[in-house]
């Protein structure tokens, strides 16, 4: 059977042009971003995506540090949001299609500020800690109502993408007890 063979060659041309004409692949690709405290931390928590849009998990990666210690935004952008919600201070990064979000903390920036990749944004916070009674940043990569891994902005996380929504809960390690934390349930508005 050698039609189908020859059709191949025949199309085969076709599709190289449309390969070459659409450029290299980098929609996929992750931005490179920097810690968001110096030096780099200890990561205390890792992401841990929730199995339903309203479900438990860990929104985000927290980063061990100190009340006081200046907060960098990973990528620069524009920033989106920053005062208090909820009891404690947050600020969001919009970086195109996707925004970083760090909490709790003193903003030093507003709404509307341009930043460049390290900008100091504010300062840490201890009301509000994912650590409680230590403090930490909570670090978190959203595109749109999806919540990210924020450490493969710094290559610290899984290489491979992974389905972050699922119908099962996600699996953790064995005898390894859920983690619960503060803002089980918490999720961004209207960010
Ligand atoms: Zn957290």
């Given at each position: 059977m050698r039609l189908p063979i020859l059709l191949v060659r025949a199309l085969l041309p076709g599709v190289l042009l449309v390969l070459l004409a659409a450029g290299p692949a980098t929609g996929d690709e992750d931005p490179v971003g920097v810690w968001p405290l110096r030096p780099q931390p200890d990561v205390i928590a890792h992401f841990d995506p929730p199995s339903?849009?309203?479900?438990?998990?860990?929104?985000?990666?927290?980063?061990?540090?100190r009340s006081g210690q200046r907060v960098h935004t990973a990528l620069g952008g524009t920033v989106?949001?920053?005062?208090?919600?909820?009891?404690?201070?947050?600020v969001v990064v919009s970086h195109g299609d996707t925004r970083t979000t760090y909490e709790p903390l003193s903003a030093s920036v507003s709404v509307g500020d341009t930043v460049d990749q390290g900008t100091v944004i504010g300062?840490?916070?201890?009301?509000?800690?994912h650590c409680a009674p230590r403090a930490c940043l909570h670090w978190g990569w959203l595109r749109g109502e999806t919540y990210l891994d924020p450490l493969?902005?710094?290559?610290?996380?899984?290489?491979r993408l992974?389905?972050?929504?699922?119908?099962?809960?996600?699996?953790?390690?064995p005898g390894r007890a859920p983690l619960r934390l503060p803002y089980d349930t918490w999720r961004p508005l209207a960010w």
């Open positions: 339903s849009p309203y479900g438990p998990g860990h929104r985000g990666v927290d980063l061990a540090g989106t949001y920053a005062g208090p919600l909820a009891g404690r201070g947050v300062t840490l916070q201890l009301v509000g800690s493969r902005l710094v290559g610290a996380g899984p290489v992974l389905p972050l929504w699922r119908d099962e809960p996600v699996a953790r390690s």
